[in-house]
């Protein structure tokens, strides 16, 4: 696909409902003493699948994706588990499996197949559940065998890592006694809330999460817009000459929005309002033309805005001085090696930036020529080079664009109306 520039970006949109959010609603509802109501569910490949599987161990799940039903199972039903691209489906359904007897095997597509499971593995383990690796130790495929005699555990989130962190809870709703989390810095949060809405007996004091064994209820859950889909558009909002966006409903969670706040410390010109306080905070933002300085992205940001990382590396192209991101490896693990891909792709198109084995670092202002860039089959590193198009001066082509239906399906004509 190849993507022009554009002259002028106006738009007063909402984006596609929340990713993370949709696949909890599904897994923490699927196995509760009541039955729930989620609406407004992401309709991309990665959220089918989850809904896929949830049904295959026994949940009854009526509608469309506008509204569902869900009817809960009272044991999940011994499975063999397609996991696709999706590593939230794969770590999330790993724990909540963990706490019921049974076999349950999991796979993936090729991609999912090279990212780490030992973090979950490890951690679910110790509490009782056995892991059988059926090729290399750590990655898909392997088989959970969950028991119902699992014990709650003292665990450290070395990993910072909202899915590692979720699995082991899902796991800890069934243990015997108490599990304890310490988060060296708060992740992504909309687990905790969840199971606090459906009833669990769970608390966060300072950087410590305790569950107690427990019973939970069903909910009604209204799912705001995506903050990492809206994050997109805000960067291209911020760097192009002539811009004013407006996104309604989206995510204000704060455990999600540390993107916004570097984009104040770059000096965009960025509003909340409407701010709605829910299960799940939610509001519009709005974003014009601005003008960048470079930052040293602060380390303690790093895990409440790991999908956005590669974006910061387009507003410091588009910045006056240096920006610098480190201590963000993790970046390495997800559907591509995002430091490598983002690296490899911004300099096919013109930009210098400086590859670390833990971030980079871009000097700006730079233009942004144009060329041929690798999706790497990764939908956020599409939505990145499809920025540099609208941005560059003679366009840029993308191998594997149709990666953006695991979480936006229509990512590409919503750009294509508001850039004209």
């Keep these: 696909m190849r993507i022009n520039s554009s002259d002028t970006i106006r738009g ?13 609603g599904f897994i923490l509802t699927g196995f509760a003493d009541t039955g729930s109501v989620i609406s407004n569910v992401l309709s991309a490949d990665d959220v089918k699948t989850t809904y896929e599987i949830m049904k295959r161990l026994g949940v009854q799940i009526r509608g469309d994706f506008e509204k569902f039903e869900i009817t809960p199972g009272k044991e999940p039903v011994a499975s063999a588990l397609y996991c696709g691209n999706s590593g939230t489906t794969t770590r999330l359904v790993s724990g909540l499996v963990s706490g ?16 780490p499971m030992k973090r979950i593995a490890t951690p679910l383990s110790n509490m009782g559940a056995t892991f059988k690796w059926k090729g290399e130790a750590g990655y898909l495929p392997y088989t959970v065998n969950g028991t119902s005699t699992l014990k709650g555990i003292h665990f450290l989130n070395e990993k910072k890592s909202a899915q590692v962190k979720s699995a082991v809870l899902l796991a800890g709703l069934r243990a015997e006694g ?17 199971l606090s809405h459906m009833g669990a007996d769970i608390e966060r004091e300072g950087n410590r999460i305790t569950l107690v064994p427990s019973r939970t209820e069903g ?18 909002g911020a760097c192009h000459a002539n811009a004013d966006i407006t996104i309604r409903n989206v995510s204000l969670n704060p455990s999600r929005t540390a993107f916004l706040k570097i984009l104040e410390k770059m000096g965009a010109d960025v509003a909340l309002t409407d701010k709605t306080d829910d299960i799940e905070p939610y509001g519009t933002i709005s974003i014009r033309s601005s003008t960048l ?17 590669p974006l910061i590396a387009l507003l410091g192209t588009f910045a006056e001085g240096r920006t610098q991101v480190k201590d963000a490896g993790e970046l390495r693990f997800k559907e591509s090696d995002r430091i490598a891909m983002l690296c490899s792709n911004f300099r096919a198109i013109g930009v210098e930036i400086e590859e670390r084995e833990d971030g980079f670092v871009v000097e700006g202002p730079q233009q942004i020529r144009g060329g041929k860039t690798d999706s790497g089959n990764d939908h956020r590193m599409a939505m990145l080079s499809s920025l540099c198009g609208v941005l560059s001066d003679e366009g840029v082509y993308i191998k594997n664009p149709e990666c953006v239906s695991i979480s936006f399906p229509d990512f590409f004509s919503l750009l294509d109306e508001i850039s004209g």
């Design 219 to 236: 909910i009604e859950l209204k799912i705001p817009g995506d903050f990492s889909s809206a994050s997109f558009f805000l960067a291209l």
């Design 12 to 24: 007063d949109f909402t984006v596609p409902p929340d990713k993370s959010i949709s696949h909890r």
């Design 178 to 194: 108490k599990t304890e989390i310490i988060e060296p810095v708060q992740t992504r949060d909309h687990t905790e809330r969840l």
């Design 100 to 115: 019921f007897d049974g076999a349950f095997s999991f796979t993936g597509d090729r991609s999912l197949s090279r990212r």
């Design 293 to 309: 300085h470079g930052i040293d992205v602060p380390g303690g940001l790093i895990p409440n805005m790991i999908d956005e990382i």
